[in-house]
């Protein structure tokens, strides 16, 4: 047989032995006919002296429908939610902001949109339904996912989701399904014995499913949104849509501040457009702006990213993505670019 063997030596004595146990193995595949070859991973101390420890993380997107039939432990996705987890970055940072150069690619009408739209998505990361129990039955006729949550985890968001508000337009709104769901009714309670700490935040509370309607009905009265692992999963790509293109909005992932934040697009990794010149860069530009200001503490810095994709987009530069309605007319105007001419116009502007 041929097989593949990954080989973790690590630290110490570790390189000593797994060198003996792979001798030992190729001589039982020549003595038996087989194959083995093997693949080196570093881990622990080796890791660390080769790749040094990180800052910060910038991450671009995982999966593919080349993926999805393979098991569950070894779908792409798996690794992102191991990273998300083993980095522990429990919240999720998703700002969903029109930009007004972008108002035709928004899909609603102007009368909703006003002035624009601008909301905060705080989404719970490493816990819910995402990382608890999951399983399925002997027979293979019934499977199982847990959305289980502790008052800790809970709490460390909707307190972060009350300070986002009060450097904001201090309105909370905790997105839960707590008609249904136990965990729910937790998340409010938790709510409700924290929210003395904020007195100038209003906080408000909404079904998940009235949350997805009045986004689109009327998306301005939300300021921060609080919600779990999944919902936050759901709203905020329904928040990036109508703020224009999802191809925007960055993300920012943070712990409790002792180890690097994770930063990356919210959007997936669009297969059918991949390595054609064709994706927006600005919402991992954007990220690399969050990055910059949550992680190195450099404001300027960050301000320098952003000013520079208003300007671009001032200047009437477009993906196709963002050019909605206008694609005929931007594409006439010659200002339809690709990945590469984007990042460029990014960089002559900062
Ligand atoms: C996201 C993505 C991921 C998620 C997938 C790729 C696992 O949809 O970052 O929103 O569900 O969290
Ligand atoms: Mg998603």
Redesign the pocket.
């Known amino acids: 047989m041929n097989k593949k063997i990954a080989l973790i030596p690590g630290d110490g004595i570790g390189p000593d032995i797994v060198r003996e146990g792979v001798r030992v193995l190729d001589a039982v595949a020549k003595k038996f006919g087989h194959s083995f070859t093997y693949e080196t991973v570093l881990a622990g101390g080796a890791a660390i002296d080769k790749f040094g420890e990180s800052d910060a993380v910038l991450l671009g997107a995982?999966?593919g429908p080349k993926w999805d039939n393979v098991p569950g432990t070894l779908r792409p996705?798996k690794a992102?939610?191991g990273l998300r987890g083993g980095m522990k970055v429990y919240a999720n940072l998703r700002p969903a902001v029109m930009f007004k150069q972008l108002s035709a690619a928004c899909p609603l009408k102007d009368e909703i949109v006003g002035s624009g739209l601008d909301i905060l998505i705080v989404r719970e990361l490493t816990g819910g339904i995402?990382f608890g129990e999951r399983g399925r039955n002997a027979e293979n006729t019934e499977a199982w996912d847990t959305e289980r949550y502790t008052k800790p985890e809970i709490e460390r968001i909707v307190r972060l989701g009350f300070e986002s508000a009060q450097k904001r337009q201090k309105r909370l709104c905790v997105v839960d399904k707590a008609n249904i769901l136990e965990s729910s009714r937790l998340w409010r309670e938790v709510a409700e014995s924290v929210k003395a700490d904020y007195p100038d935040v209003t906080l408000s509370y909404m079904y998940v499913d009235n949350a997805a309607m009045q986004l689109v009905r009327n998306p301005r009265q939300f300021d921060v949104i609080a919600t779990s692992n999944m919902f936050g999963?759901i709203l905020?790509?329904e928040a990036s849509q109508i703020t224009g293109s999802i191809g925007m909005l960055a993300s920012a992932s943070l712990g409790d501040g002792t180890g690097p934040g994770l930063y990356?697009p919210?959007h997936?990794s669009a297969p059918d457009i991949a390595g054609q010149d064709k994706a927006n860069p600005l919402a991992t530009i954007l990220s690399c702006a969050m990055l910059l200001r949550f992680d190195f503490g450099m404001e300027k810095e960050a301000k320098a990213i952003e000013v520079a994709v208003e300007k671009v987009l001032d200047q009437g530069w477009r993906t196709g993505d963002i050019a909605g309605s206008d694609f005929d007319a931007v594409k006439a105007a010659g200002k339809l670019v690709g990945t590469a001419k984007m990042g460029d116009l990014v960089i002559a502007a900062i």
């Open positions: 995982v999966g996705e992102l939610l995402y999963d905020s790509d990356e919210i997936g």
